[in-house]
């Protein structure tokens, strides 16, 4: 039995060695890198993957649902899983993950009892419990699709007050005050944005609060955050907001924001109490706060697992490049950046509050024209001179 199985990995690792051999060579192997969605004549998600030659390969995305500025908002209410393609377009209208008769389920709050959601109307009062579990979902957006309102998740208390009447889309209603009300569950494992364009300060926010609900899983790729004037204010072009109120316990896992590129928001990428993040390739400029935040909630509720921020260019902000909260249990990894004119009036460009049972290196970083200086206690502080 053990010759046969030594003959077979002979004469398969020969044969394997042969065919690599006899193969057309054209200078080189395909690397085929850069991948470009198109639509077809037919109304097909077309996936190009170009490699640096030239070379393109060309095959059609199965099953993707094609949607447009009109459609996109009831296609996102209809699918928990599954690719949706952005055709080309200005999204004028706020998108997100939100809950709808189609894909979340009810209970009614008082007296935790499942009710039919397709039975709730605007003449429902009341407070109910909205349900909705996305797995799996990919959103890819067309090279001119344009999105001028933020894409939101949102988790936690709806309810209306004085300055602010958010809308019941199960009910159709617009709710006024905490009598009728939801609690929104939006659990998530996997979701994918790619090449979504964001302009006019539109951001891409998750806000969870204090219900036991998670969002693991989540890239954002080859995106870009093109943010105006007044945006440099108060907004954050990525926004991973956990405002826990309770001890509900870290709500964000496993987070990869890749060849982004953002420019003139007051805070480039905002995350709160996380487990796991890597930020690559991306390119942050023109941020009147920190490029990239990786904080706790609430001074209390930190981020922990690995941190790798690795090959980003960062250059004219008016604060520090990276600025990371409480940390515990984290490994954290710097490396590779390119850093110009961004740092506080310390000469700041990363500064941390207290890591508690962390490893933090920081490696082949540059700051355009200057040296850098790294102080690890009591804060890990980088400045240059
Ligand atoms: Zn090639």
């Known amino acids: 039995m053990k010759k046969i199985t030594l003959l077979l990995i002979l004469v398969l690792s020969l044969s394997l060695f042969f065919s690599c051999k006899s193969e057309p060579y054209d200078s080189h192997v395909h690397k085929y890198e850069k991948v470009i969605y198109s639509l077809s004549e037919e109304n097909k998600v077309l996936k190009t993957t170009i490699c640096s030659c030239g070379a393109k390969n060309v095959e059609i995305v199965e099953n993707a649902v094609v949607v447009t500025p009109e459609t996109a908002l009831s296609v996102l ?4 899983s599954g690719i949706i393609y952005f055709s080309e377009g200005e999204y004028k209208e706020e998108l997100g993950i939100r809950h709808s008769k189609d894909a979340s389920t009810a209970i009614k709050t008082s007296t935790n009892e499942k009710v039919d959601i397709q039975a709730l109307n605007n003449e429902t009062t009341g407070n109910y419990n909205y349900y909705r579990t996305v797995n799996n979902l990919t959103l890819i957006a067309d090279e001119n699709a344009v999105f001028t309102k933020d894409f939101k998740v949102r988790v936690g208390h709806i309810y209306g007050t004085a300055d602010n009447k958010p809308k019941d ?23 994918k944005f790619y090449n979504m364009k964001f302009s006019e300060g539109a951001r891409l926010y998750f806000h969870y609060s204090s219900l036991d609900c998670h969002a693991k899983n989540v890239e954002i790729e080859r995106c870009s955050f093109t943010g105006l004037e007044s945006s440099k204010e108060k907004t ?40 796991n993040v ?25 981020f922990t697992g690995s941190v790798l921020i690795d090959n980003n260019k960062i250059k004219n902000g008016s604060d520090r490049a990276i600025r990371f909260g409480v940390g515990e249990n984290a490994t954290i990894v710097v490396s590779n950046n390119t850093i110009e004119k961004t740092h506080d009036e310390n000469n700041e460009v990363l500064k941390a509050q207290p890591l508690t049972n962390c490893t933090h290196e920081f ?19 980088v400045s240059f001179e």
């Not at 009300?181 to 659990?187: K, L, P, V, W």
């Not at 309770?246 to 928001?265: A, P, Q």
């Open 236 to 275: 954050q072009a990525i926004k991973f907001n956990a405002d826990i109120t309770d001890e509900s316990g870290r709500m964000f896992e496993n987070l990869k924001i890749s060849n982004c590129v953002i420019k003139t928001y007051n805070q480039g990428i905002y995350t709160q109490s996380l487990n």
């Open 169 to 191: 889309p199960v009910r159709d209603i617009e709710l006024v005050d905490t009598n009728t009300a939801f609690y929104s569950y939006i659990d998530i494992d996997g979701i």
């Open 363 to 381: 490696v082949n970083n540059t700051y355009i024209g200057k040296t850098m200086k790294e102080v690890s206690e009591p804060n890990w502080i």
């Open 77 to 80: 209410d209809s699918n928990n």
């Open 278 to 302: 890597t930020v690559s390739g991306c390119d942050i400029s023109d941020v009147k706060h920190n490029a990239i935040a990786i904080q706790a909630s609430q001074d209390k509720f930190p």
